[in-house]
């Protein structure tokens, strides 16, 4: 056992990017994806003279700061695994909340969703499996993040049409939704020096960062075209940056969404902005 931990501390010494208890973690993290054997396991037969040489080069991109999500190629959401790349975005605990308010609110069946900037598919993915025979699509405008989204989906049997899409510039040709979801780029530029270096250096920009010009610029053009391929009633969820939520319900009313709210994560943060399509 005591070998195990001085491992463990001596390692985690290494990963100056995160605080003690989360190096502690990404360790224990890595030793257990390469070596197959539960924590308790390791504690009374492990000998750092048999650590394969795989782990040991793993560790070496640990210490760049590089994500372990991006290393081991999958990440953790909502109970299951998805597979990353650096095309797309690392699943958040904060998406979490958001397709867990969704599912929780939604309970009908047969209902049709879109999720817009869809990276990995996890959120398309977690609905399709979660809610009552949905019909469910999912849109991005990076191919390559499309490309492993379709993995996800084909991996846990999930059934999401996904299509190529600029939201920007175009606008999906679907109609009648019930629900329309979005975690779009949120980060403005002018933010960019405050991130988390693992981030910043790995993480797709693409899928971050937005003009500080006009950061709600992805919130407006999906409340609008969601005005069009919501029906009447229809909702609109999206997860914002904490800083924007008062200027996205101000989005929204503009254009004539009603019950509009703030919800706030785990952390006491706003997180997420509701509204719904007027009747018609």
């Known amino acids: 056992m ?10 985690s010494s290494h990963l100056k990017l995160y605080p ?3 190096a502690d973690s990404l360790v224990h993290w890595l030793l257990e994806h390469h070596l197959g054997m539960r924590r308790v396991d390791m504690m ?7 650590l394969p040489e795989a782990l040991k080069q793993d ?17 953790p959401f909502y109970g299951r695994e998805f597979k990353v790349s650096p095309a797309t975005l690392i699943p958040r605990n904060e998406t979490e909340e ?3 308010l969704i599912i929780k609110e939604n309970p009908q069946a047969n209902l049709r969703i879109l999720d817009i900037g869809t990276g990995t598919g996890c959120i398309p993915i977690t609905l399709a499996l979660e809610m009552k025979n949905p019909e469910v699509f999912a849109v991005d405008i990076s191919e390559d993040a499309l490309e492993i989204a379709k993995e996800n989906a084909k991996a846990l049997q999930a059934k999401v049409k996904f299509l190529p899409c600029d939201i920007l510039a175009e606008i999906p040709p679907l109609s009648d939704l019930d629900l329309i979801v979005s975690n779009p780029p949120y980060i403005p530029f002018s933010e960019k020096e405050q991130m988390h270096r693992n981030v910043l ?19 407006k053009k999906i409340a609008e075209k969601g005005k069009h391929l919501l029906k009447p009633h229809g909702k609109l969820y999206f997860e914002i940056n904490e800083r924007f939520g008062n200027e996205v319900v101000r989005v929204l009313s503009a254009l004539d969404f009603k019950e509009i709210r703030i919800i706030k994560d785990l952390n006491g943060k706003d997180r997420i902005v509701s509204g719904q399509k007027s009747g018609e």
């Open 20 to 22: 003690k208890p989360e």
């Open 201 to 219: 250096d790995f993480e797709p920009h693409l899928a971050l960062f937005v003009s500080t010009d006009d950061p709600l610029v992805f919130y």
């Open 44 to 50: 009374h037969f492990l000998e750092e003279k048999d």
């Open 59 to 75: 560790f070496e991109r640990l210490k760049t700061g590089e994500p372990i999500q991006y290393i081991l190629g999958h990440g």
């Open 98 to 100: 958001l397709v867990h």
């Open 2 to 11: 005591g070998a195990f931990l001085e491992l463990v501390n001596r390692w």
